[in-house]
Nanobody, 128 residues
Framework: QVQLVESGGGSVQAGGSLRLSCRVS????????LGWFRQAPGKEREGVAV???????NYADFVKGRFTISKDNAGITLYLQMDSLKPEDTAMYFC??????????????????????WGQGTQVTISS
């Protein structure tokens, strides 16, 4: 059973930075996707960034150039470096795993329903 635990959320002013972390345990699959998703009040959950086990990445257009997804393969910790934050980035952020996966990082960004394993979420609030 894959388990994910997020940390690193918080409140910052617009233009600031935050780094989210997600500790992944129980990953026994050779090919998988790890992703960051977010959900704002009254909105559907949406893909932010995805990385596969080979470190191929994909980003939503609204975060390109501002957010960076990465992972540390020693024990697997997933990161999301968020820079130039905007008030519209305010949301609950979740990490998730699609494992084992048959999708590419490009396919996985919008396939929210295909992720079986989810963390509990961490709140990010950006003030103007």
């Amino acid at each position: 059973q894959v388990q994910l635990v997020e940390s690193g959320g918080g409140s910052v002013q617009a233009g600031g930075s935050l780094r989210l972390s997600c500790r992944v345990s129980g990953m026994i699959y050779s090919y998988y996707l790890l992703g960051w998703f977010r959900q704002a009040p009254g909105k559907e959950r949406e893909g932010v960034a995805v990385i596969d086990s080979d470190d191929s990445t994909n980003y939503a257009d609204f975060v390109k150039g501002r957010f960076t997804i990465s992972k540390d393969n020693a024990g697997i910790t997933l990161y999301l470096q968020m820079d130039s934050l905007k008030p519209e980035d305010t949301a609950m952020y979740f990490c998730a795993a699609n494992a084992p996966s048959t999708m590419s990082a490009i396919q996985g960004l919008n396939a929210v329903d295909d992720y079986r394993f989810w963390g509990q979420g961490t709140q990010v609030t950006i003030s103007s």
